[in-house]
Antibody, heavy 122, light 109 residues
Framework: QLQLQESGPGLVRPSETLALTCSVSGGSISSRTEYWAWIRQPPGKGLECIGRVYYTGTSFYDPALKSRVTTSVDTSKNQFFLRLSSVTAADTAVYYC??????????????WGQGKMVTVSS | SSELTQDPAVSVALGQTVTITCQGDSLRNYYGSWYQQKPGQAPQLLIYGQDRRPSGIPDRFSASTSRDTTSLTITGAQAEDEADYYCNSRDSSENYHVIFGGGTKLTVL
């Protein structure tokens, strides 16, 4: 059974870079039919897809965040990563990693991590 | 980019049927998916495609799509169905972007 687990600092200072890791277990990140995504949820608000990455490193980002976001993968460690630069308080959120299964219709996230709360504050 | 619109809040009496809607231009051409999120938990996939449920999702949850709207129906709502519900789909204007609706908070009375 595929499981995802986010890790990284829970506190980031304004103007610095938020960096998170998602560790994948119970399956391979090198699957040709899956993308690996980052989704965030500010406190009391809805879900926002930040971006997703393919095992080759090809990435797609939310147009509003594109200038600050980088996603990448390490297939040898079965991990993928998020970097969000120049953070402000507006980037405070629970960050989820998730699998986007391209075998399913639509853009369907069928496996989610438990989420990592990241607070931007000095 | 395009948007998906959901009613912020809906309520249903225990055991009754409720429909939660999600409206957006992208749904005219692309399937939507539905997720359930309970407090303090990660979202969980509920429905995808035309009306398909992952293993373990009760059959009281169903979905349908008409024109630019996808609807999630809960037939015989249970107390444990009280949660936030989100739809998502592909952005019709940004080719590879994925969008979510704003979410609907369901209260079971």
């Amino acid at each position: 059974q595929l499981q995802l687990q986010e890790s990284g600092p829970g506190l980031v200072r304004p103007s610095e870079t938020l960096a998170l890791t998602c560790s994948v277990s119970g399956g391979s990140i090198s699957s040709r039919t899956e993308y690996w995504a980052w989704i965030r949820q500010p406190p009391g608000k809805g879900l926002e897809c930040i971006g997703r990455v393919y095992y080759t490193g090809t990435s797609f980002y939310d147009p509003a965040l594109k200038s600050r976001v980088t996603t990448s993968v390490d297939t040898s460690k079965n991990q993928f990563f998020l970097r969000l630069s120049s953070v402000t308080a507006a980037d405070t959120a629970v960050y989820y990693c998730a699998r986007l299964n391209d075998l399913l219709p639509g853009k369907t996230f069928d496996v989610w991590g438990q989420g990592k709360m990241v607070t931007v504050s000095s | 980019s395009s948007e998906l619109t959901q009613d912020p809040a809906v309520s249903v009496a225990l055991g009754q049927t409720v429909t939660i809607t999600c409206q957006g231009d992208s749904l005219r051409n692309y399937y939507g998916s539905w997720y359930q999120q309970k407090p303090g938990q990660a979202p969980q996939l509920l429905i995808y495609g035309q009306d398909r449920r992952p293993s373990g999702i009760p059959d009281r949850f169903s979905a349908s799509t008409s024109r630019d709207t996808t609807s999630l129906t809960i037939t015989g709502a249970q107390a444990e169905d009280e949660a936030d519900y989100y739809c998502n789909s592909r952005d019709s204007s940004e080719n590879y972007h994925v969008i979510f609706g704003g979410g609907t908070k369901l209260t079971v009375l």
